[in-house]
């Protein structure tokens, strides 16, 4: 039987995964060197389909007429002190801020399958996160590919 709160609760927990996922993009954006640019552009699509997914899972907690979180996971702030953390001693290497970011998606990752194991989760709802895990699998790949061209230093 579906239940509009387990509903609501697993949406937000997403809308929040996406947004560790835009802000964490964001810092390792931040984190790269001018020569860096092309994975720039990586982060940017990545941040790109966290805003779209993002904005599919506030819609539906819309409907749902309760209200979308807005903020970020307690470990994702954590994670990200971390990082600050680890680029002091380690550099702003590509390998080190691709494997940050290999980090996050396996965070993701996991609150995804989580989502989907959830008892109560509306078929709708199921099918939707089903898509964006499938995206979100697809990022994780192409991060731990571009992390293993890389030798850490």
């Not at 790109?48 to 749902?64: D, F, M």
């Amino acid at each position: 039987m579906e239940n509009k709160t387990v509903n609501t609760e697993v949406l937000n927990d997403l809308i929040e995964i996406n947004n560790d996922r835009i802000v964490g993009y964001q810092k390792a954006s931040e984190e790269l060197s001018p020569e860096d640019n092309d994975l720039k552009s990586v982060f940017a699509e990545m941040i790109r389909q966290s805003q779209q997914n993002k904005s599919e899972l506030t819609q539906e907690v819309q409907v749902l007429g309760e209200e979308p979180e807005k903020g970020t996971t307690n470990s994702g702030k954590i994670y990200r002190a971390w990082m600050d953390l680890k680029a002091v001693f380690t550099g702003h290497d590509r390998h080190t801020v691709l494997e940050n970011c290999e980090f996050g998606e396996d965070s993701a990752k996991k609150a995804y399958k989580a989502a989907l194991e959830t008892e109560g989760l509306s078929a709708h709802l199921h099918t939707l996160i089903a898509d964006q895990q499938v995206s979100l699998k697809q990022s994780h790949d192409k991060i731990k590919s571009l992390r293993d061209q890389y030798v850490e230093r």
